[in-house]
């Protein structure tokens, strides 16, 4: 019995010292090298092909359009603000919108498309102004404000719409607010149209009266709804020509928009 059983152990001990099968063994991990190694290099092509469209990618974006905003200034004054402009491939594009109304000085009601004809006309209304637009000097202010501003391409008198424009908010009666130009006696005429904004609330009223030396030249009573007023004064030997907004009267307390239109001086 006790044989039996020693042989038994010799027999279990002789199976479990048997050597492992090598070549087995390395074929198999050849086999997953061989597979890891191609995997590697399909990730290195993936790597390349990414490379390359980031490098296309960045030359696309190099070479696209690029939009800037700057003012036009001629002689030290801002002619036009925040002009947008495309800089592409070394050339400079500006929207057709803003070169015609800085330049030609006509509104957006004086040109049309024509689709049909493949034609931009200008209209028999379009006359170019000879003069100096007061929008193009640099006044002093002063008085009771809300806000005030140039060339706003959103207000209209009566539905008209003028390109260049100086308007004044304020939503107090009787507050009064103005601006001085140091026109140095260099004009004989200032022309405008004058009106309260369709924006202002019902009711609206408003005076704008124009002062050349502190003297009164012309004042001019303005309500909402009603037809642009044409001013023409005779500015000659003027040096300090000032505009005086107050706004009258309203309904409610809601905000009066008083607007002066093309405003220009003539030599």
């Known amino acids: ?35 890891l190694k191609t995997e590697n290099a399909n990730l290195k092509k993936q790597i390349a092909s990414l490379q390359n469209q980031v490098k296309l990618l960045n030359q696309k974006v190099a070479s696209m359009p690029k939009e800037y905003e700057y003012d036009l200034v001629k002689d030290d004054v801002t002619i036009s603000e925040k002009l947008p402009f495309i800089s592409y491939k070394g050339r400079r594009y500006v929207h057709f919108d803003s070169i015609i109304t800085t330049f030609l000085c006509i509104t957006s009601k004086d040109y049309v498309f024509d689709a049909q004809e493949k034609k ?20 002093t202010h002063l008085g009771m404000f809300s806000s005030f501003g140039f ?39 200032f022309s405008c149209w004058l009106g309260i904004a369709d924006c202002s609330t019902n009711g609206s009223k408003g005076v704008v009266r124009i002062l050349g030396d502190d003297r009164l030249l012309g004042e001019y009573k303005l309500e909402l709804n009603r037809k642009p007023t044409l001013a023409e004064i005779n500015v000659e030997g003027i040096n300090a020509l000032t505009l005086q907004f107050e706004r009258t009267i309203a309904n409610d307390l809601g905000d009066t928009y008083i607007c002066i239109g093309d405003p220009l001086l003539v030599p």
């Open 120 to 139: 931009v006309k200008i209209l028999s209304s379009f006359k170019k102004k000879e003069g100096t637009w007061l929008t193009d000097l640099k006044p």
């Open 1 to 35: 019995m006790s044989f039996f059983i020693v042989v038994l152990l010799w027999t279990a001990t002789g199976f479990a010292a048997a050597k492992p099968d090598y070549k087995q063994l390395y074929e198999k991990l050849l086999k997953q090298y061989n597979s």
């Open 151 to 189: 060339n706003d391409e959103n207000i209209t008198v009566n539905y008209q719409k003028f390109f260049k424009n100086i308007w004044w908010k304020h939503w107090t009666n009787e507050a009064q607010f103005s601006l001085t130009y140091k026109i140095e006696g260099k004009y004989k005429k």
